[in-house]
């Protein structure tokens, strides 16, 4: 058990030091979901509105919250992944006590963390400068927007296991994460989707998630529905993570 710990601990405070040495990751994993969903607030400002209803941008923006830090993480954890592949760190790795869910839950708190520094601050950038309005608590669209984008960081490292190289693991973001946008009820409400796409975003992790904000814009207090929700976020992210360790292999060029 001590093993285990000092293992991932290890793994965790490696990635943490390479993501802190290389300040361009750094810089388009805080800023991009922010600068993003500025301009979005700009393209929507001026956009008329009914009196006492949310803006246009209020009802889009709260969803992109949650869609924007799950795709940024979602593409930078499947090349840090691959990269670590192509240069052989992860063949090495594999020869020490280092166990495979050792290694993704390493990468998936460090990238969690990260994760929790941009929801952050596209939430106060959001809700401070950019006069986001919500009858719902500011603090629950954090939690939120981080366990979406910890979604992304799972699904990344899962989409990594089946990439043999970093173009390939970017090829993967269209298939995992192009249904999941046009289907998670951003452009068009679900219930309004055909039947059988309806039954397809059923399936998709990041419907729930946008409907949790959903329900936070909505409401001054906690549903079931919401806490349903992201339970099955969270479900979700674990079978992703576990899936990835069943999938880690060692290659042997």
Known sequence: MTTTFTCYTATTGRILRQLRADRRTVAMLVLVPTLLLALVYFVYHDTPSMPGMPTLFDRVGISLLGILPFIV????????????????????????????????????????????????????VAFWLLGMQSAGSVWLVLLIAVLDAVLGVALGLLASAF?????????????????????????????????????????????????????????????????????????????????????LRRRTA
Request: glycine share 8%; net charge neutral.
């Open 73 to 124: 993480m979602f593409l930078i954890t499947a090349i840090a992944m691959q990269r670590e592949r192509s240069s052989g760190t992860l063949e090495r790795l594999m020869t020490t006590p280092l166990s495979k869910l050792d290694l993704l839950a390493g990468y998936g708190s460090a990238f969690s963390l990260a994760a929790t520094v941009q929801a952050g601050l596209a939430c106060l």
């Open 163 to 247: 990439a043999r190289t970093e173009f390939q693991a970017v090829q993967f973001m269209p298939l995992i994460v192009g249904p999941q946008l046009f289907l998670c009820g951003l452009l068009v409400p679900r219930g309004q989707l055909p039947r059988w796409l309806e039954v397809i975003s059923d399936v998709l992790p990041l419907s729930y998630a946008v409907d949790a904000l959903q329900q936070v814009s909505r409401y001054t207090g906690t549903t079931g529905l919401m806490w349903r929700d992201l339970g099955i976020v969270a479900v979700f992210a674990v079978v992703a993570l576990a899936l990835g360790a069943a999938t």
